[in-house]
């Protein structure tokens, strides 16, 4: 199985381009995330989705909107890339109905906005 | 509000030792979860171990353990027999169960296992 697949890996904008970021998930699992790393910060959350048809801010989403396409997939979009928003991005998905259930993460997506 | 403290920007073991690598947490939640992440240099997250607020054993999985002092709010990672191979950030994670399911991470701590 996939598991959890982003694309791109890797990206470089310029200031003020727009770009969308997909992860697709084949867990079946309801609930999707994307988070940012930075050095230093850990993971921040951007936007999540509890279930398909839902999506709420985490503790970062200024900058971001998200579309919550279907229950596989759940893509993050840069309106207007900023040199802050050079980050390592994750999506990952998990099953909210069982509290022990493990974020499962894509490989993440490099952005270097310039 | 719930929040995750690591309180270890890095350490060092030898190889063959023990480690502890902290997490503090705070929550208002009576059932939440505690969950370990290792990512290894080549970026990925790759999940470790899992504790639940009620569950009366510490977790264990290999050479994982978890050291859970509930009222202390600690949830401290223990690497048994460390390998060249464990060298790798680590993340404390929590989820809540007061009406939403998201994950909050700590700021991780590098672990640089020594020959």
């Known amino acids: 199985n996939a598991g959890v697949t982003q694309t791109p890996k890797f990206q470089v904008l310029k200031t003020g381009q727009s770009m969308t970021l997909q992860c697709a998930q084949d867990?079946?699992?309801?609930?999707m995330y994307w988070y940012r790393q930075d050095p230093g910060m850990g993971l921040r959350l951007i936007y999540y989705?509890?279930?398909?048809?839902?999506?709420d801010k985490g503790e970062v989403p200024n900058g971001y909107n998200v579309s919550r396409l279907n229950k596989r997939e759940f893509s993050l979009r840069l309106e207007s890339a900023a040199p802050s928003q050079t980050s390592v991005y994750f999506c990952?998905?998990?099953?909210?109905?069982?509290?022990?259930?493990?974020?499962?993460f894509g490989n993440g997506t490099r952005l270097t906005v310039t | 509000a719930q929040k995750i403290t690591q309180t270890q920007p890095g350490m060092f073991v030898q190889e063959k030792e023990a480690v502890t690598l902290d997490c503090t947490y705070d929550?208002?939640?009576?059932?939440?979860?505690l969950f370990w992440y290792k990512q290894p240099s080549s970026g990925e997250m790759i999940f470790l171990i899992y504790?639940?607020?009620?569950?009366?054993q510490n977790a264990t999985e290999g050479r994982y353990s978890l050291n859970f002092q509930k009222a202390r709010k600690s949830a401290n990672l223990v690497i048994s027999a460390s390998q060249l191979g464990d060298s790798a950030m680590y993340f404390c994670?929590?989820?809540?169960?007061?009406?939403?399911?998201?994950?909050?991470f700590g700021t991780g701590t590098r672990l640089k296992v020594l020959a």
């Open positions: 990952a998905s998990s099953e909210p109905g069982r509290l022990g259930s493990p974020l499962h």
């Open positions: 867990m079946n699992h309801n609930s």
């Open positions: 989705s509890a279930s398909e048809g839902t999506t």
């Open positions: 929550t208002s939640d009576q059932s939440y979860g």
């Open positions: 504790q639940g607020s009620y569950d009366e």
């Open positions: 994670a929590m989820r809540g169960t007061s009406g939403t399911y998201k994950y909050i």
